[in-house]
């Protein structure tokens, strides 16, 4: 069965234990069918793995990676709290891109997390998004991604059908 | 008839055909009665049209013309969403400024997208916002702006007969 | 009895009277039982009380203070629009940090707003969070933060009664 799961695995990717919090706020929080997720960063086994000025300390190929790895931890989260990955739809990814003035390749970074999105997703996994260059992030991370997700439950079965078209 | 086009048509603008998406992601999407837009830039014609770095390459009154340009382009995606202009509010601006460390005139660059707005909807156009800085925007735009807006159905049709008075 | 208003004093925070806007929209926009509120700044007694780069012309306990200044003025909105603190859960902050590249302390600071409102509201308080490096922000404030909170009507009085335990 091409779950979402199987899908990421094909790929080399695993899904992560959901990481606690930085500080004093909540990872997830449900408003009736739309879940909201805290702002993730390229974080993997624990430790911040991609960090820097994107287009000085790192170039923009390593920076989508770490979007990958942000989007992995949404992901990561998103299963934590909803416990499957097959009825839910992605509303909104807000991309942030460590950067200084003249760097211009901002979608090319944040990609990194929406390609990955629409590959494990399919038309569940389209979204829209913002993406902006940040003078700083938490911890010196390269990128980090917030998400708004929908559950969708079996009264909208139309949604999951057209996936599987 | 007064419409939201009539309107935007008398100050010399006009509702640009919406653009394809920077990336992979989509303009817009829906969510019960919310529409949410990806962060439109100052695209006219096709080309960027206003960029660098607010208060060094460009002054305010110049970024806020950027800023009515995403507006405009906000205002193409909804109608190529939604169809009419007519039935919509506008819940949320949020505003992203291209500059450097001791700009401060955000809310003035912003308010090009706010202001053109409330003229164009009324009280519909009435929205929350966020404006901040940031150290670079995806091409160089000098400004970016994301929107939520709600259709408002027949059910509610006191919202509507409000800006009439 | 201990509420929301008489734990703020305990501590000395008085809840300030609700700021105009700065500029060309509302502070408080309501969505069924959602209420969006504008980025607030650190104002105190109609003035902006904590501004600069924050590590640079501030340290983190200063800019900190400046995150619990946001989280008052984003309480005197929502107590404006909503009448009572009593029946209110936050969903989403949206921390910003004026910072340069180097600057990694953004949860610690936006933790001012946090750990405030959470003291505040109990469990209701508990959110979602977004903390990003803004090369400025607007007036020169050293942070901004906007919020979403939820309305509990009192047909989920589960909510509330999770908070008295």
Same mark, same amino acid.
Request: hydrophobic share 45%.
């Given at each position: 069965?091409?779950?979402?799961?199987?899908?990421? $695995?094909?790929? =080399? *990717?695993?899904?992560?234990?959901?990481?606690?919090? +930085?500080?004093?706020?909540?990872?997830? +929080?449900?408003? $009736?069918? %739309?879940?909201?997720?805290?702002?993730?960063?390229?974080?993997?086994?624990?430790? %911040?793995?991609?960090?820097?000025?994107?287009?000085?300390?790192?170039?923009?190929?390593?920076?989508?990676?770490?979007? #990958?790895?942000?989007? +992995?931890?949404?992901?990561?989260?998103?299963?934590?709290?909803? =416990?499957?990955?097959?009825?839910? $739809?992605?509303? $909104? %990814? =807000?991309?942030?891109?460590?950067?200084?003035?003249? *760097?211009?390749?901002?979608?090319?970074?944040?990609?990194?997390? @929406?390609?990955? +999105?629409?590959?494990?997703?399919?038309? !569940?996994?389209?979204?829209? !998004?913002?993406?902006?260059?940040?003078?700083?992030?938490? %911890?010196?991370?390269?990128?980090?991604?917030?998400?708004? *997700?929908?559950?969708?439950?079996?009264? @909208?079965?139309?949604? !999951?059908?057209? #996936?599987?078209?």
């Amino acid at each position: 069965m091409n779950t979402v799961e199987t899908k990421l $695995r094909d790929r =080399g *990717f695993e899904i992560p234990a959901p990481a606690a919090s +930085l500080a004093s706020f909540v990872p997830t +929080l449900q408003v $009736r069918d %739309l879940v909201y997720i805290s702002g993730q960063l390229p974080v993997k086994d624990g430790k %911040l793995a991609v960090q820097g000025v994107v287009g000085v300390d790192l170039n923009v190929d390593d920076a989508k990676k770490g979007a #990958e790895l942000c989007l +992995l931890n949404i992901i990561g989260q998103l299963k934590a709290h909803v =416990g499957s990955l097959e009825n839910v $739809r992605c509303v $909104r %990814l =807000g991309g942030f891109v460590q950067s200084e003035s003249g *760097f211009k390749e901002h979608a090319s970074v944040v990609n990194g997390a @929406s390609d990955l +999105l629409i590959y494990a997703l399919g038309d !569940r996994g389209k979204h829209v !998004r913002a993406a902006v260059g940040c003078s700083s992030l938490p %911890l010196g991370a390269a990128v980090e991604v917030e998400a708004i *997700f929908q559950i969708i439950d079996a009264e @909208s079965p139309a949604e !999951r059908l057209r #996936e599987a078209s």
